[in-house]
């Protein structure tokens, strides 16, 4: 297109000189050169910032549709466990439940939902952080070993109750630079997303081994894969898949943990395996 437009205006120019050297002055001519020099050189610039403000636009509005999806899908995430809390609250306090046993259950459900709210507002804060560049990272040696048996032994008790075998095998330990709370919270958004989605009967295998320079942990489910035209995504923010697949949640576990795995200049990716998908971290070794 920018060959289309300055043909014309250099032909045109060239041949107003050309006549022009019979009827012009030298400094009429040389103006004219000047506007022919000054349009060679704007008319494709003009161009090419036409063409920057046009992909600009198209970025905030995908933008800007991404966030209003994803202030929706919070909500409603938020309005669910608030809604049940209310809904307990009143029981208790208009004496609907009123026998020890009833009220002790319905406690609990009140602090479970309660916990889902904090962990729901926990994780936009960290993703708030991410995004914002505002992540802080206290770098130390972090033996994956003990991120790892630390992650496993404390997601165990929620595969037993969804009869999800969780199991965890290495040929190495390694150990790499890094934050140990963020790379904790790294394996464990892998692991809940690989059992929340794993079948009962099913297992997830949490694997670590050494691949030239990189520490490498491999978190392999059972979830039926993901179809390859939607793997790009699913570490975006707000990513759910089929709502046969993921029917709740507000998709930010995964993106939190590409969004930290990136500041410890490693690499997150995912990919069909087996029976399930293999979500795979490869972090540089110390």
């Known amino acids: 297109m920018t060959v289309m437009v300055i043909v014309p205006v250099v032909a045109t120019i060239a041949g107003v000189l050309a006549v022009g050297k019979f009827m012009f002055t030298p400094m009429l001519t040389a103006a004219l050169v000047v506007c022919a020099v000054v349009g060679v050189i704007t008319v494709p610039l003009s161009i090419m ?17 991404a966030r209003r999806q994803l202030v929706a899908w919070i909500s409603h995430d938020l309005r669910t466990p608030l809604a049940g809390i209310r809904a307990m609250t009143e029981a208790l306090e208009d004496g609907v439940v009123s026998e020890p046993g009833e009220v002790a259950v319905y406690a609990k459900q009140i602090a479970l939902e309660a916990d889902h709210l904090s962990k729901l507002v926990d994780d936009l804060f960290q993703l708030s952080r991410i995004t914002a560049g505002a992540l802080k990272l206290t770098m130390h040696d972090v033996r994956l070993a003990d991120v790892v048996s630390d992650v496993v ?45 794993t079948p009962e009967g099913g297992a997830v295998a949490v694997q670590v081994d050494v691949d030239g320079p990189d520490a490498v942990v491999r978190v392999d489910d059972a979830c039926g894969g993901i179809p390859d035209d939607v793997l790009p995504q699913v570490f975006d923010v707000g990513f759910r898949g089929s709502s046969a697949r993921n029917p709740s949640g507000a998709g930010l576990g995964l993106s939190i943990a590409r969004g930290l795995v990136d500041a410890h200049h490693g690499r997150i990716s995912v990919q069909n395996h087996g029976p399930g998908c293999r979500f795979e971290v490869r972090l540089p070794l110390r």
């Open 49 to 65: 910032l036409g063409r920057a403000i046009a992909r600009r636009s198209v970025w905030e509005r995908e933008a800007e549709a």
């Open 153 to 197: 032994a404390g997601s165990r008790p929620v595969a037993a109750l969804k009869g999800v075998e969780l199991r965890a095998d290495a040929r190495e330990w390694p150990v790499v630079r890094g934050s140990d709370p963020e790379l904790m919270r790294v394996v464990r958004n892998l692991v809940s997303n690989a059992i929340r989605h």
